[in-house]
């Protein structure tokens, strides 16, 4: 277990003992594959932590884009978290329904946007409910707040900058899905992409990060894992997956890490496995 840290990380024991704090904010961030069958919407309809908004990553988006859940326009943000009672001077804390799955990408959302005081739950939803904590049906008291934005565009990548860095190397490529869909041997769950990954990019799957009880692992653990996939923690590194949401479980170790410089594809493999002339690579490398 990670020490607790308002930027990054905090356990149910953290959230329990702030819950009732008046300047603190949680948001469900539970998402799921197209092809899963769950509704996370309803989900959260019918059990949340107390006081939790939920926070629709396919909605809140950059409506304007082809892809799944791009990062959404400044604008789009401000006004949808103003309607969350989300503003400036709070303390958010991100769950999700898996543990840590798609909680990092609503956290990287906020810090692209220059919010900090943002944390995901370590162990999310199924931990917090294993320990017999309290869940309400209720829809939270929203009270509008200000809000105020400060894009920080070094933490996003387009597939014209990936594409250059593959080719120049001066960023390593980190791959988020599962070793199968790395080496080309699995299919894609979105139709029409091609199978295979970046040329030169390393693979460490997000779920190698994750312990059994969902929580994030050590950091002596996490450091293990991206340095056995040849992954350089002291050189810039960006984070690619199937389509932005676990690139960002990525995104999160790697600031545990302190690694110096770090971003997220947010087009990823649905964007890179679309185009014919973006060339793929199968097997390890």
């Given at each position: 277990m990670a020490k607790d840290d308002p930027k990054t990380l905090v356990s149910t024991d953290w959230l329990a003992a702030h819950l009732?704090?008046?300047?603190?904010?949680?948001?469900?961030?539970?998402?799921?594959?197209?092809?899963?069958?769950?509704?996370?919407?309803?989900?959260?309809?019918?059990?949340?932590?107390?006081?939790?908004?939920?926070?629709?990553?396919?909605?809140?988006a950059d409506g304007r884009s082809e892809l799944p859940h791009m990062a959404p326009p400044v604008e789009k943000f401000m006004s949808r978290l103003r309607?969350?009672?989300i503003g400036d001077g709070h303390q958010v804390v991100v769950y999700d329904s898996h543990g840590i799955m798609s909680a990092p990408r609503v956290w990287w959302t906020f810090r692209l946007m220059g919010k900090t005081d943002v944390a995901v739950l370590d162990g999310g939803l199924p931990k917090w409910q294993a320990e017999g904590r309290p869940i309400e049906d209720m829809p939270p008291v929203i009270r509008d707040r200000h809000m105020t934005v400060s894009r920080q565009s070094d933490m996003v990548k387009d597939v014209t900058q990936v594409a250059a860095a593959?080719?120049?190397?001066?960023?390593?490529?980190?791959?988020?899905?599962?070793?199968?869909?790395?080496?080309?041997?699995?299919?894609?769950?979105?139709?029409?992409?091609?199978?295979?990954?970046?040329?030169?990019?390393?693979?460490?799957?997000?779920?190698?990060?994750?312990?059994?009880?969902?929580?994030?692992?050590?950091?002596?653990?996490?450091?293990?894992?991206?340095e056995a996939a040849g992954v350089d923690l002291t050189k810039p590194v960006i984070s690619s997956c199937g389509s932005g949401v676990t690139a960002a479980v990525l995104d999160l170790a790697l600031t545990i890490l302190g690694n110096p410089r770090h971003a997220v594809y947010d087009g990823s493999w649905a964007e890179w496995g679309m185009y014919n002339d973006l060339k793929v690579a199968t097997g390890e490398n």
């Amino acid at each position: 277990m990670a020490k607790d840290d308002p930027k990054t990380l905090v356990s149910t024991d953290w959230l329990a003992a702030h819950l009732n704090d008046p300047d603190l904010r949680v948001i469900d961030a539970s998402w799921h594959m197209p092809d899963s069958g769950r509704d996370a919407k309803a989900e959260y309809n019918a059990g949340h932590i107390p006081g939790a908004r939920f926070f629709d990553i396919d909605d809140i988006a950059d409506g304007r884009s082809e892809l799944p859940h791009m990062a959404p326009p400044v604008e789009k943000f401000m006004s949808r978290l103003r309607a969350m009672g989300i503003g400036d001077g709070h303390q958010v804390v991100v769950y999700d329904s898996h543990g840590i799955m798609s909680a990092p990408r609503v956290w990287w959302t906020f810090r692209l946007m220059g919010k900090t005081d943002v944390a995901v739950l370590d162990g999310g939803l199924p931990k917090w409910q294993a320990e017999g904590r309290p869940i309400e049906d209720m829809p939270p008291v929203i009270r509008d707040r200000h809000m105020t934005v400060s894009r920080q565009s070094d933490m996003v990548k387009d597939v014209t900058q990936v594409a250059a860095a593959a080719k120049l190397g001066d960023w390593q490529i980190v791959d988020a899905r599962s070793a199968a869909r790395f080496r080309g041997e699995a299919d894609e769950p979105r139709p029409g992409l091609r199978k295979g990954h970046i040329p030169g990019s390393k693979n460490v799957p997000f779920g190698g990060l994750i312990a059994e009880n969902g929580t994030m692992k050590s950091e002596a653990e996490l450091r293990a894992a991206f340095e056995a996939a040849g992954v350089d923690l002291t050189k810039p590194v960006i984070s690619s997956c199937g389509s932005g949401v676990t690139a960002a479980v990525l995104d999160l170790a790697l600031t545990i890490l302190g690694n110096p410089r770090h971003a997220v594809y947010d087009g990823s493999w649905a964007e890179w496995g679309m185009y014919n002339d973006l060339k793929v690579a199968t097997g390890e490398n």
